[in-house]
């Protein structure tokens, strides 16, 4: 089946690093892929959707220029948490639809933990 | 429906009993429904889906219903099992975005051996 894979699984950085995030399909295409993120015993919450080879939509309140995002390829997209301090951190988890396969449920990563010290 | 920061819902059941976890959606113009499954520290598990124009649809233990004169959605999950505690969530597609889905604040399911 389908499968999205996320690194790093977990970090734990120092307040003022900068940290990517990789999301990968791993047998399939994605032209859109999405970010969500998670707070402890909350629901997900959609930050973006990362277009391959075009500027990815934020959701409204969600700074672009904090989390960058980057589709260079069919296969990867990438969210870079800028100068991360405490407030940031979450849970982090991508999803993706496949190629052509638009009205299909979305596929997800297995997140990942961010922890800013 | 739109996600909100609210405390998660618990609900439990013993085992072999019937599960029925609820959500409400306020988007009339939602066209395609999801409910997820998601354990401690992973991404959330794809159970089961329902477009608009369908008010039932059962999968393998679970049934989805679909109320769209209320926007009301239920997930019913048939024989609980211990394995079936989780969080679950509802999510929908916004019909003006073709492939956006929004989550539900989510139910966590205890299943008592």
């Known amino acids: 089946g389908a499968v999205v894979s996320q690194h790093p699984s977990w970090v734990i950085c120092k307040s003022g690093t900068s940290v990517k995030i990789e999301c990968r399909s791993l047998?399939?295409?994605?032209?859109?892929m999405f970010w969500y993120r998670q707070f402890p015993k909350q629901s997900l919450m959609l930050m973006a959707t990362?277009?391959?080879?075009?500027?990815?939509?934020?959701e409204q309140g969600v700074e672009k220029d904090k989390f960058l995002i980057n589709h260079a390829s069919l296969t990867l997209s990438t969210l870079t948490v800028t100068s991360a301090h405490p407030e940031d951190s979450s849970f982090y988890i991508c999803?993706?639809?496949?190629?052509?396969?638009?009205?299909?449920?979305?596929?997800f990563g297995d997140g990942t933990r961010l922890s800013i010290l | 429906g739109e996600s909100v920061g609210l405390h998660l819902p618990t609900l439990s059941v013993q085992e072999g009993d019937n599960s029925i976890i609820n959500c409400a959606y306020s988007?009339?113009?939602?066209?395609?429904f999801i409910w997820y499954k998601q354990e401690s520290g992973k991404g959330p598990q794809f159970i089961i889906d329902?477009?608009?124009?369908?008010d039932k649809r059962q999968g393998q233990r679970v049934t989805v219903l679909l109320n769209k004169t209320v926007k009301h959605l239920s997930l019913q999950i048939a024989a609980t099992q211990p394995g079936d505690s989780a969080v679950y969530f509802c999510?929908?597609?916004?019909?003006?975005?073709?492939?956006?889905?929004?989550f539900g604040p989510g139910t966590s399911l205890s299943v008592i051996p």
């Open positions: 999803s993706a639809n496949h190629l052509g396969q638009l009205n299909q449920p979305q596929h």
């Open positions: 047998d399939f295409q994605a032209t859109t």
């Open positions: 990362s277009n391959e080879g075009s500027k990815a939509t934020y």
């Open positions: 988007n009339s113009a939602s066209d395609y």
């Open positions: 329902i477009r608009s124009n369908m």
């Open positions: 999510a929908d597609r916004p019909g003006a975005s073709y492939d956006k889905v929004i």
